[in-house]
Every structure is written in structure tokens, then in C-alpha cells.
């Protein structure tokens, strides 16, 4: 069965860091272009992190370059968003996404900036 499963949500004070893990089964995430999205309640879905392949290219939105760190660990089968500096305007909802023959959605994992 085709499936992620993110973790490592939760509080965090401004200027603070979070480390969020997508693991994936049912398919292999070197294989694929993976990304990161995060949803405000109320909002749309909005694009954070895209990890590419081959080659693994990276890109960012705007509003997280310089600040959070896409990966993948290929022996673990897991994508990762390292988020550093965290921002009351980071909090959301984090999921993340591949396309295996079909869009393949995780749970999501909350994330919340606050003091």
C-alpha cells in the first residue's frame, strides 16, 4: 500500500525548530519528486518544499528560503523538512506529497509558532 506518514509536529517558540519526517512505504522516495505543503484552516493549500529527482534539486517558496532545509534519506525510505528561525506565520498544518500513479497525501502533522 502506497502511504506517508508525517511526524515531528508540535510547539515551538519563535525563532525556534522543528524537524518534520515523512516516512513513505509501498514505493521508494528516491524514485520520486517529493514535496512539502502546508494548509492554514481556512486557506488554501500552499507549496513549501520540493525535493527533486534525479539529482535532487531543491526549491522553496519565498516565504521559507534561508529558513527551512528540504531532504531525503534514501535508507530510510523518509523525506524530512528541517525548519529553523520558526515564525508565528509557519503555523499549519504540514503535509507532505508525492505523485505514485495518483496524488499520495499524508495525514498532515501540526506545527504551531508561538509564545
Known amino acids: 500500500q502506497v502511504q506517508l506518514v508525517e511526524s515531528g509536529g508540535g510547539l515551538a517558540q519563535p525563532g525556534g525548530s522543528l524537524r518534520l519526517s515523512c516516512l513513505a512505504s509501498?514505493?521508494?522516495?528516491?524514485?520520486?519528486?517529493m514535496r512539502w505543503y502546508r494548509q492554514v484552516p481556512g486557506k488554501e493549500r500552499e507549496f513549501v518544499a520540493v525535493?527533486?529527482?534525479?539529482?535532487?534539486?531543491?526549491d522553496y517558496a519565498d516565504s521559507v528560503k534561508g529558513r527551512f532545509t528540504i531532504s531525503r534519506d534514501n535508507t530510510k525510505n523518509t523525506l524530512y523538512l528541517q525548519m529553523d528561525n520558526l515564525q508565528p506565520a509557519d503555523t499549519a498544518i504540514y503535509y507532505c506529497?508525492?505523485?505514485?500513479?495518483?496524488?499520495?497525501w499524508g495525514q498532515g502533522t501540526q506545527v504551531t509558532v508561538s509564545s
Open positions: 506529497y508525492c505523485f505514485v500513479n495518483q496524488d499520495i
Open positions: 509501498g514505493f521508494s522516495v528516491s524514485d520520486h519528486v
Open positions: 525535493i527533486t529527482r534525479p539529482g535532487s534539486v531543491v
